[in-house]
């Protein structure tokens, strides 16, 4: 891997050749009574024309890193140059030259797309006579120029993203600060961004610093930085990263009808194993060493498994570099007792499904968000919902939840239909928000007391289910800390277990891993699985299609409707169909699913 650079002075070559150098910073903040240190002398090099990613867990530093290098704000120790400039002499000079887009990018909701442009070009001082072409120029690479008198507020969140983007690009930066792009952003807004970014990086010159939570995304990067508790654990090509790898990672399928989920949990508690992850139509697997897997040891009464030797990859690395960085307890996942055990005499059939929906409509004024959905799922199923920002997911899950009343159809939640018995209804669910519902100001004691009680939750059952909460999701260390301030990972575990408290049948979570890093997307997805294992039906939406092959079966939705119904591989088998091609991965065949829709449509 890349050196990292020393403590002296860069010389004129390198001001020419790097558009950013950090040598020795470190930053720290207080939270409480808590010191955070946040950067511990970082050194790296970004190269001039180049794409370097910023990769590694919730709490790295990564966002501290990037604000620092945009002057927002000031190292406590160490020198930072972005282009030919000093960082801490000429802030003003720094921002002037760089573009910089946070996480939540500032948009004014109330304001247009073309208000928005014209704000920002105000903003940063673009002169009137150079606005036309440059707004046109970057309509035509954002695809928005048929949306510029639409307000900002009604963007799917793909489209918000690119226009934030283009506010970001109104003056042409030299050096181009994206701190996750892409979280909450569909697949096929995702390769759109991805576009863009490759396009200013080849046509303009443009260097770009970025951080991701998609490690496919690291692929792309000429660079990787994998920082790790304010350290810099990894710097180069991601090849340097999957040549460690070598050797060590299999493909594993069983023949005997097993679900994958439960493979991956055999196999990621074998001794050697550093990773089991679901890749497709089965296990990626990722070895200590070089030494083969031994199958009948490690899945034990499976019945016939195979294994293939497969190419590394970037994400291989970054789990086994973690791993070894920081080594966790192999905690067992979730096992609530079998739901459904104590049903406050509501039982239904054991055949009948746990949520049925028959040709639902939802309705805003004119316009039809969700326009004739119709499935069921059973008990103790993970069943995915899949589609494009604005799809019509989010307000079918809101329905679901009994949260919006439909306008036309009926819907029946664990044998209760929602028309009737909502309320009923609600108290036997469990909901995860997309932004996590928590009382940021509360802390995750406050937290577990506040939704407990909401769930009817009192006395000794409510006292045994906040010692759980604590225990299984490794939150008592952090009983007291504000929520506000955790950690995204954290935030999600304590999010799941206020979901949880009152031990809900039916778990609905909507995009519970947007913008979460991949060790805590692992240990999040070992919890659902135990869950379902105990008859806990879970209804899913995720923008990370690998996540989409833990579920039994999936709905993909465009403009309010399902276009595909079935089980992952059935759903990869339609798509190929319409492809004309091989498909194994599903989120080719999500993407070859909505562009043949749109052209079916064109030809219309």
Known sequence: MAEIPS????????????????????????????????????????QKGRVTGLIGPDGAGKTTLMRLSACLLKADAGRIQVLDLNA?????????????????????EDLSVQENLDLYADLQGVPQDQR???????????????????????????????????????RSPELLILDEPTVGVDPVSRRELWTIVSRLVEEEGMSVLLSTAYLDEAEECDEVVLLHGGRVLGHGPPG?????QKGRTYWVTTTDGARKRDIQEKLSRGEKVVDAVIQGGGVRLVMADSEKPDLEALLDEVGDSERKSVSPRFEDSYIAILKEEEPRPDKAPIQEPKAGQDDGGEGREEAEPVIQVDHIKRKFGDFYAVKDVAFDVGSGEVFGLLGA???????????????????????????????????????RIGYMSQKFSLYGNLSVMENLRFFSSAYGLHGKRRRNRIEWALEQFD?????????????LGYKQRLALACALMHEPEILFLDEPTSGVDPMARREFWRHINGLARAGVTVLVTTHFMEEAEYCDRLAIMVAGEILAL???????????????????????????????????????
């Open 475 to 487: 939150l008592a260390d952090r009983a007291e800390a504000e929520s506000g301030e955790m950690p």
């Open 88 to 108: 801490n002499r000429n802030p003003l000079k720094v921002q002037s030259t760089i573009g910089y887009m946070p996480q939540r990018f500032g948009l004014y």
């Open 389 to 427: 920002n604005g799809a019509g997911k989010t307000t079918t899950f809101r329905m679901l939840c009994g949260l919006l009343p439909v306008s036309e159809g009926s819907l029946k939640v664990a044998g209760l239909d929602l028309r009737k018995a909502a309320a009923k209804a609600r108290a």
């Open 240 to 244: 340097d990263f999957r040549k460690e």
């Open 7 to 46: 403590e002296t002075e860069s010389d004129s070559t390198d001001a020419k050749e790097t558009a950013l150098i950090l040598e020795k910073v470190s930053k720290s903040f207080t939270q409480g009574k808590r010191r955070i240190e946040a950067l511990r002398e970082v050194s790296l090099k970004a």
């Open 566 to 604: 079935g089980a992952p591989r059935e759903i990869k088998d339609r798509a190929a169909e319409k492809a004309e091609r091989k498909i194994e991965d599903i989120e080719e065949a999500f993407i070859a699913l909505i562009e043949s829709q749109a052209e079916e449509e064109g030809d219309e």
């Open 132 to 170: 036309a072409d440059r707004n046109a120029e970057l309509m035509k690479m954002t695809q928005l120029g048929k949306f510029t008198d639409r307000l900002a507020g009604r963007l799917s969140g793909g489209m918000k993203q690119k226009l934030g983007l283009a506010c970001t690009l109104i």
